[in-house]
C-alpha cells in the first residue's frame, strides 16, 4: 500500500508540474486574471487609437497606427507627425510598457504632461524616460542612454538593451513626486520631484527656459514621435498605493 500510495504522490505532482508548464501565457495586449485583481487598465488594446491623440492636435489621423498588436509610430512617411498622448491625466502610478526601437532610433516617454496651447510641446512640461538605440550617437553620452531620466543623469545601475527588433520592457513609478525608472528589471534611475536637488537640477540645463517644465505631479503620458520608427505594446497602468513606492 505504501508503494501504492508514493506513486499516487509522484503522479499528482507530476501533473501539477505539467498543467502548470502547458498553462497559456498571457497573449499580448491583454490582462491576465492577476493583472485585473492588482487594478491594472490597459492603455492600449491592439487594435486601436482609442485613449490617445497628438499632442495639442487631437484626434487626428496621424504617423501613429494600431498595426499587427502594436502601437506603432511609422518612419518615412508623409502623415502628420506629434507625441501621442493619454486623454487621462495620472498621478500616482505603475505604468508598464513593451517597446522595441529601430536601428539608430530616439523617443521616450514623458510624464506628467500638461496639454495646453501655450506650451508647443510634450517635452516642454513633461519629464522623460529615455528610449534610445544603441547605434545612435547619442548613446555614448551616459545621460541619454536608454532607462535615463533624459538628461539629468546616467543610468542609477548598468541595464542592456535587448538586441535590435527584440522586446525591451520598462515601468515608470510615480508615488507623490517620486519617481522611478526600471529597464528590463533594473532600476535606471530615481528622483524627487519634490526637491530641492530636482529643482537645482533643472535650473542648471535648457528646461529652465521651459517655465512649466517637471513642476507637475499629474499629468498626461506621452508617447515621443521620432520619424525613425518605434512600436509599443502591453501598455498598462495601476494606481498605486502608498506603501508600493520605493523611498
Same mark, same amino acid.
Given at each position: 500500500?505504501?508503494?501504492?500510495?508514493?506513486?499516487?504522490? $509522484?503522479?499528482?505532482?507530476?501533473?501539477?508540474?505539467? !498543467?502548470?508548464?502547458?498553462?497559456?501565457?498571457?497573449?499580448?495586449?491583454?490582462?491576465?486574471?492577476?493583472?485585473?485583481?492588482?487594478?491594472? =487598465? #490597459?492603455?492600449?488594446?491592439?487594435?486601436?487609437? %482609442?485613449?490617445?491623440?497628438?499632442?495639442?492636435?487631437?484626434?487626428?489621423?496621424?504617423?501613429?497606427?494600431? =498595426? %499587427?498588436?502594436?502601437?506603432?509610430? #511609422? @518612419?518615412?512617411?508623409?502623415?502628420?507627425?506629434?507625441?501621442?498622448?493619454?486623454?487621462?491625466? +495620472?498621478?500616482?502610478?505603475?505604468?508598464?510598457?513593451?517597446?522595441?526601437?529601430?536601428?539608430?532610433?530616439? !523617443?521616450?516617454?514623458?510624464?506628467? $504632461?500638461?496639454?495646453?496651447?501655450?506650451?508647443?510641446?510634450?517635452?516642454? *512640461?513633461?519629464?522623460?524616460? =529615455?528610449? /534610445?538605440?544603441?547605434?545612435?550617437?547619442?548613446?555614448?553620452?551616459?545621460?541619454?542612454?536608454?532607462?535615463?531620466?533624459?538628461? +539629468?543623469?546616467?543610468? #542609477?545601475?548598468?541595464?542592456?538593451?535587448? @538586441? /535590435?527588433?527584440?522586446?525591451?520592457? *520598462?515601468?515608470?513609478?510615480?508615488?507623490?513626486?517620486?519617481?522611478?525608472?526600471?529597464?528590463?528589471?533594473?532600476?535606471?534611475?530615481?528622483?524627487?520631484?519634490?526637491?530641492?536637488?530636482?529643482?537645482?537640477?533643472?535650473?542648471?540645463?535648457?528646461?529652465?527656459?521651459? @517655465?512649466? +517644465?517637471?513642476?507637475?505631479?499629474?499629468?498626461?503620458?506621452? #508617447?515621443?514621435?521620432?520619424?525613425?520608427?518605434? *512600436?509599443?505594446?502591453?501598455?498598462?497602468?495601476?494606481?498605486?498605493?502608498?506603501?508600493? $513606492?520605493?523611498?
Amino acid at each position: 500500500m505504501k508503494k501504492v500510495t508514493g506513486l499516487i504522490v $509522484v503522479a499528482g505532482l507530476t501533473a501539477a508540474v505539467i !498543467s502548470s508548464c502547458s498553462s497559456p501565457k498571457p497573449k499580448d495586449n491583454e490582462l491576465s486574471s492577476e493583472e485585473k485583481a492588482q487594478g491594472y =487598465q #490597459l492603455l492600449f488594446d491592439g487594435k486601436t487609437l %482609442n485613449g490617445w491623440h497628438l499632442y495639442n492636435q487631437g484626434n487626428i489621423s496621424s504617423a501613429w497606427v494600431a =498595426q %499587427n498588436g502594436e502601437l506603432i509610430c #511609422l @518612419p518615412g512617411t508623409d502623415a502628420t507627425h506629434g507625441d501621442l498622448v493619454t486623454d487621462q491625466d +495620472f498621478e500616482n502610478y505603475e505604468f508598464s510598457f513593451d517597446w522595441k526601437i529601430s536601428k539608430e532610433g530616439n !523617443s521616450g516617454v514623458f510624464i506628467n $504632461v500638461v496639454e495646453r496651447a501655450d506650451i508647443p510641446t510634450a517635452w516642454a *512640461s513633461g519629464p522623460e524616460y =529615455q528610449l /534610445l538605440e544603441k547605434g545612435h550617437h547619442d548613446y555614448e553620452k551616459e545621460m541619454k542612454r536608454s532607462g535615463c531620466l533624459y538628461n +539629468f543623469s546616467p543610468q #542609477l545601475n548598468p541595464a542592456e538593451l535587448k @538586441p /535590435l527588433n527584440e522586446w525591451n520592457h *520598462s515601468v515608470i513609478r510615480q508615488q507623490d513626486g517620486k519617481i522611478e525608472f526600471i529597464l528590463n528589471g533594473i532600476v535606471t534611475a530615481k528622483e524627487n520631484l519634490n526637491s530641492i536637488h530636482w529643482k537645482e537640477a533643472v535650473a542648471n540645463t535648457n528646461f529652465k527656459n521651459f @517655465p512649466e +517644465f517637471g513642476k507637475h505631479l499629474k499629468g498626461r503620458i506621452a #508617447l515621443q514621435d521620432w520619424n525613425k520608427g518605434i *512600436s509599443f505594446k502591453n501598455i498598462k497602468i495601476r494606481k498605486l498605493a502608498k506603501a508600493e $513606492v520605493h523611498s
